[in-house]
């Protein structure tokens, strides 16, 4: 790997350990307002905001500008969002606002991958970084958890700046005082990421072409006989999984008695066996057997319902780690597939941008379809298993799509799949 390539891993890191801690402070924040419980469901969809209704632009906007700089803008985005959030602004907002920021970072992050490094090395690239991020996860959530401790946060609410009252007050407040500096830490390094040699695109100056250009790369890539096998299978896997996380809170309530700062160590759980799946699969699956880890999807599902049957901690761990090893080994070699093919019909922040817009449309609506169900009382038991029975379903379709086109498509998939093996650059 070229040496940029760890410097946009620590960038990654420290970014994405923000996030998640930063998630695990809103949730207690929110609890300990006395904000109505769908409030906390909500968090995923309004993270999903932007991503959504930007990203016609930021994928656009990660082609013209060097990626290092669009990288350092949009951490100081989330900084801004984790001060309102801080200093009295609405959760949920704040949240929104961190988001943003998040939606301009991803283009970027995964876009300059197809720069720096040959098509033979995007499966195990890919492998690093979502292992790394996936690590990240898991610290941060356990770091959330563990700022929110009685003994942890005591610490941080006795420091006390001289001459100035901060008006930090409680642990969630404590919690995101430091989280701040996480992001911080992400932004420097990524003023050290490299500049790559690919060509930089100029910004089209009408809205109305950038929504038409977006539309178009969509299309395209839904229209390629192997983008839209991937495209859907990754939308699947992070829509569930953007939501996921916030239902293993609600079901160690209910199934274990745990708290927010006991069940962010679960959440973490399930990133262990993620970040173990997906760096198997880097190590195991080249680009053009992308497709065949689809039958595991439809496992993934059967295994998400079986949660409900849980009630012990030491028979969770392990069915966690397992739930989650299978969505790491599926997600990396299709989201692989998906950058190839994407960086070959429209270039990399186009088309990493379609990805995000459909993951994160995927997030907000599965988001806000169990908000709503959370509204009007439904279980997180009864939440678990509709999850489970989507991805069960929808895999099996995307396994069935997938057949057909290579009986239907079979010259095109087989001569897709030889770009696939055959690219070196």
């Not at 469901?41 to 013209?64: H, I, N, Q, R, T």
């Not at 809205?207 to 790369?217: E, G, I, K």
Request: charged share 10%.
């Amino acid at each position: 790997m070229k040496k940029g390539f760890y410097t946009i891993m620590s960038a990654q890191f420290f970014s994405s350990l923000a996030d998640n801690a930063l998630l695990v402070a809103a949730i207690e924040l929110l609890k300990t307002s006395g904000a109505p419980p769908w409030h906390v469901p909500a968090l995923s969809p309004m993270f999903a905001l932007f991503y959504v209704v930007l990203a016609p632009f930021v994928g656009a906007f990660a082609d013209a500008v060097p990626k290092g700089q669009v990288m350092f803008v949009s951490n100081a985005i989330k900084v801004v969002g984790c001060l309102l959030m801080l200093f009295g602004g609405h959760p949920l907002l704040a949240y929104a606002i961190v988001g943003l920021g998040a939606a301009a970072y991803s283009p970027a992050k995964y876009g300059i991958l197809t720069e720096l490094l040959p098509a033979s090395q995007l499966v195990k690239a890919n492998g690093w970084i979502e292992g790394l991020t996936i690590l990240s996860i898991i610290f941060g959530i356990l770091l959330g958890g563990q700022l929110l401790r009685g003994t942890v946060s005591g610490q941080l609410l006795h420091f006390d700046l001289p001459l100035l009252d901060t008006g930090i007050d409680t642990p969630p407040e404590a919690a995101i005082s430091l989280i701040v500096f996480l992001y911080v830490a992400a932004a420097l390094f990524n003023l050290k990421i490299p500049r790559t040699e690919a060509p930089l695109q100029p910004l089209p100056r009408s809205p109305v072409v950038l929504v038409r250009d977006f539309s178009a790369c969509n299309a395209r890539l839904w229209s390629d006989k192997l983008g839209q096998i991937s495209l859907a299978t990754t939308t699947l896997f992070w829509g569930v999984s953007g939501n996921l996380r916030v239902i293993v809170f609600a079901w160690a309530a209910a199934a274990l008695g745990y708290g927010t700062s006991q069940a962010s160590s679960l959440v973490g759980v399930v990133a262990i066996g993620t970040a173990a799946g997906a760096i198997a699969a880097s190590l195991r699956c080249r680009l053009d057997q992308a497709t065949g880890v689809i039958p595991l999807g439809i496992g993934m599902g059967v295994l998400v319902i079986g949660l409900n049957f849980i009630h012990n901690v030491w028979a969770a761990a392990p069915f966690l780690v397992l739930l989650g090893a299978i969505g790491g080994f599926l997600v990396v070699p299709m989201n692989a597939l998906l950058q190839h093919r994407g960086h070959n019909l429209m270039g990399a922040g186009r088309s990493i941008a379609v990805q995000n817009f459909n993951e994160q449309a995927c997030i907000l609506g599965l988001g806000a379809f169990y908000t709503g169900m959370t509204k009007f009382g439904l279980s997180a038991f009864g939440a678990i298993t509709v999850f489970g029975l989507v991805v069960a379903g929808t895999m099996e379709l995307i396994r069935r799509w997938h057949a057909r086109n290579l009986v239907q498509h079979k010259a095109e998939v087989d001569h897709l799949l030889a770009i696939a093996r055959s690219d070196k650059h």
